[in-house]
């Protein structure tokens, strides 16, 4: 078995400080929640101030009608001569009582019989909402789905009945102060019918509270009688009620108002859910937590503007790769975060490793489309600009994307190379590798398929003897390989390989997938030098509440925005 050059590496045993705690929830944590999701915050808060104006500029008008009743309470005393009548003082719960008969529907029904209201407004007047709902449904819904109405009743009520509901939804009794003055409301879409109303209310009182006397009079005798008719509870109408010239509904500007109070407190409360629940790895603590090795930089977002201006690439000569500055970014571009990243690596692999002796490092992710055949490029370009002899091979089968950009019409490459003899490996891998002509790089692309269209097992005793041919005349062997999700790959490969750099997504895998993908990748985590972040937000880099991504950030050289490998 092919042993490991170099001393045994164990990054996980010592893990960054901030690792071992959880996340505190302070107000720094609430402070970047809120502020990481501020676009979505806004969006909402106008949402909700754009459907209160659209309220506001379609609501109907309502007017509100107030009388003002003035409550006493008679009592009869006698003395040697007569009888007399005295005021007793009330106490709150006459004045209770009082209020609740006004409310009852005894009353109610006196106002929809003096204002003939089932006549003159119709069912449409006291039509409840949800009837009219019902109603809307039924007609363009089918049977089956339409809502089911209650049978009306038998008797002519029923009508009657809903306008004593109606009434009853706009009425408003309540005591003026500590005083005996009751005030009584009335709510309507018109100002007359508002004032209408609440004076028949005040009058249907005074009517029952007359009827109630006189009712409790009749056992008594004549002389009596004419006496206890004036006895108990008696309301006098101190002003009558006047239509109103100004409508009661609350202002739109509070209306609208309020509504972006509302929804902005609904956003900040789903942004720290949302915040609390994701656990997407965005901060080099989560890496650290997850992983066991220490976060070595980050490279940012390339920006739109030059996606295109990177394609850009003459035709190469025979037996070169084509330059493609996005796989070169970081080498031409050293005073760059992501070349500070990088060089990070490379001092880890050294620091490591030594240089006595060829490194093979591979460099993988949690998951397909991090962006590790990038920085396995920008890698190998960078440790070729510092003067190494460097070795770029493709091995990642499931999807050879550097072999179809640099090498798209190779014949000869690794599986060729694995399937020749022992005694010509050394010349099948010469006249395979492809050379950069920039800064002496080479590449080693995947190479063809069995007839089957699948790639053979790289990871076998032959890789093995073409490891060991390259280190002839490379220092430095990076290998691209698949994501961590194939787990069989890495693990064999981690028998043959020195050391591994892991390429995390930012916000791409979460802690529990990272977790998952280094334990199962067997002696992975023993020799994981390091791992860097591809794809970061650099205007959401500070907001994340990581102590260390602040460091980093500050730390990044002054052309942080310069470009980023993508």
Request: with cysteine.
């Amino acid at each position: 078995m092919l042993h490991v050059k170099g001393p045994s590496i164990h990054f996980a045993s010592t893990p960054l400080p901030a690792a071992q705690a959880a996340e505190p929830i302070d107000w720094r944590w609430l402070l970047n929640s809120v502020l990481r999701r501020r676009l979505s915050i806004a969006v909402l808060v106008l949402l909700g101030m754009a459907g209160a104006s659209a309220y506001v500029a379609t609501r109907a008008g309502s007017f509100t009608a107030q009388t003002h009743l003035h409550l006493t309470n008679l009592k009869l005393t006698f003395s040697r001569d007569d009888a007399l009548f005295a005021e007793t003082q009330l106490d709150p719960t006459f004045l209770e009582t009082q209020i609740q008969l006004m409310r009852s529907e005894k009353v109610a029904f006196s106002v929809v019989d003096a204002l003939q209201l089932t006549e003159a407004e119709g069912d449409k007047a006291v039509q409840s909402l949800k009837q009219r709902l019902q109603a809307l449904l039924a007609e363009y819904l089918p049977h089956d789905l339409a809502p089911s109405q209650a049978p009306e009743a038998a008797d002519d009520g029923s009508p009657r009945r809903e306008a004593m509901r109606q009434l009853q939804r706009g009425l408003s009794v309540e005591r003026a102060g500590m005083s005996n003055i009751v005030t009584l409301r009335y709510t309507a879409p018109d100002p007359v019918q508002a004032a209408r109303i609440a004076n028949a209310f005040a009058r249907a009182y005074i009517d029952d509270q007359t009827a109630a006397r006189i009712e409790s009079a009749q056992s008594a005798s004549i002389w009596l009688r004419e006496r206890l008719r004036d006895v108990g509870p008696k309301t006098r109408i101190v002003a009558q009620a006047l239509p109103p010239t100004e409508t009661s509904n609350p202002r739109g500007l509070l209306l609208v108002a309020l509504a972006g109070l509302i929804a902005a407190g609904l956003g900040v409360s789903l942004a720290l859910l949302r915040q609390l629940f994701d656990r997407k790895v965005r901060t080099p603590e989560q890496v650290v937590a997850a992983s066991g090795a220490a976060c070595l930089g980050f490279l940012p977002h390339l920006k739109v503007r030059r996606r295109l201006r990177l394609w850009r690439s003459k035709p190469p000569a025979e037996g070169t790769v084509p330059v493609i500055p996005r796989h070169c970014w970081a080498s031409r571009n050293l005073n760059s975060s992501a070349a500070a990243a990088l060089d990070h690596a490379r001092v880890a692999i050294d620091g490591a490793l030594g240089r006595s002796e060829a490194r093979w490092i591979g460099v993988t992710g949690t998951f397909p489309g991090e962006g590790t055949s990038t920085v396995a490029a920008n890698l190998a370009h960078l440790m070729a600009a510092r003067g190494e002899r460097v070795l770029l091979v493709d091995c990642n089968g499931a999807d050879p994307s550097l072999s179809r950009i640099l090498a798209p019409k190779a014949k000869l490459g690794l599986t060729d190379d694995l399937r020749a003899d022992e005694g010509s490996v050394r010349d099948v891998l010469i006249e395979a590798v492809l050379t950069d002509p920039t800064d002496g790089m080479g590449f080693l692309p995947l190479g063809s398929a069995c007839a089957d269209g699948r790639h053979p097992p790289l990871w076998s005793g032959e890789m093995s003897r073409c490891l060991q041919a390259a280190s002839a005349s490379y220092d430095t062997i990076v290998c691209d390989l698949p994501a961590l999700s194939a787990a069989a790959e890495v693990r064999a490969a981690s028998r043959f390989l020195s050391g591994f750099i892991l390429v995390v997504g930012w916000g791409s895998p979460s802690e529990e997938h990272l977790r998952i993908g280094v334990d199962g990748a067997g002696a992975f985590r023993d020799r994981l030098l390091g791992a860097v972040f591809n794809r970061v937000g650099v205007a959401d880099l500070g907001r994340t509440g990581s102590p260390t991504a602040t460091f980093l950030k500050q730390g990044a050289p002054a052309r942080l925005h310069a470009g980023a490998v993508r």
